[in-house]
T-cell receptor, first 111, second 113 residues
């Protein structure tokens, strides 16, 4: 069975600083990995995914994620955080016919 | 395109009552999913469907039933509501199954007293 771990419940970063939200995974076979963002009282929105190819994946709103097979990680990054990036972020991994989500990391960008 | 819509947005039930949550998508997606979101637990898959007329169990199916009579609709039923089913319920759809991104509805907040 597949699993996802997001080790940090909350990440605080100052506006303008780079941000990283961590994710590690466990899955049989090739990993298909996703990041989603959830703003308050809204459904999740897709940010980016890794299926195959380049280890650095670029997505929406200036976010990118780095796939590291040896460390089984898929960390979300952004070079310069905005206050509007404050939200709940979910990492997810694909398994057979379904996707498993992590427990989420709350990102707080401080002005 | 409305995307994925959910009805109702809020609902309060008494223990033992039943209800149906409706999910509709206008993107012609084959795959549809029902999740529940609880604090500190992320999203957990209740049931899913890989096409019209098909349904399958997810991680936490007990106490719920689903139907996919039409491709665009996916219904989630609670036969006899329990306080443990107090949660926020999200419906999602995807075009190409697990390798495709999912599109989520706005959620239904359900309270069972």
């Amino acid at each position: 069975a597949q699993s996802v771990a997001q080790p940090e419940d909350q990440v605080n970063v100052a506006e303008g600083n780079p941000l990283t939200v961590k994710c590690t995974y466990s899955v049989s076979g090739n990993p298909y990995l996703f990041w989603y963002v959830q703003y308050p009282n809204r459904g999740l929105q897709f940010l980016l995914k890794y299926i195959t190819g380049d280890n650095l994946v670029k997505g929406s709103y200036g976010f990118e994620a780095e796939f590291n097979k040896s460390q089984t990680s898929f960390h979300l990054k952004k070079p310069s955080a905005l206050v509007s990036d404050s939200a709940l972020y979910f990492c997810a991994v694909r398994g057979y016919q379904k996707v498993t989500f992590g427990t989420g990391t709350k990102l707080q960008v401080i002005p | 395109n409305a995307g994925v819509t959910q009805t109702p947005k809020f609902r309060v039930l008494k223990t033992g009552q039943s209800m149906t949550l409706l999910c509709a998508q206008d993107m012609n997606h084959e795959y549809m999913y029902w999740y529940r979101q609880d604090p500190g637990m992320g999203l957990r898959l209740i049931h899913y469907s890989v096409g019209e007329g098909t349904t399958a169990k997810g991680e936490v199916p007990d106490g719920y039933n689903v139907s996919r009579l039409k491709k665009q609709n996916f219904l989630l039923g609670l036969e006899s509501a329990a306080p443990s089913q107090t949660s926020v319920y999200f419906c999602a759809s995807s075009l190409s199954g697990p390798t495709g991104e999912q599109y989520f509805g706005p959620g239904t907040r359900l309270t069972v007293t």
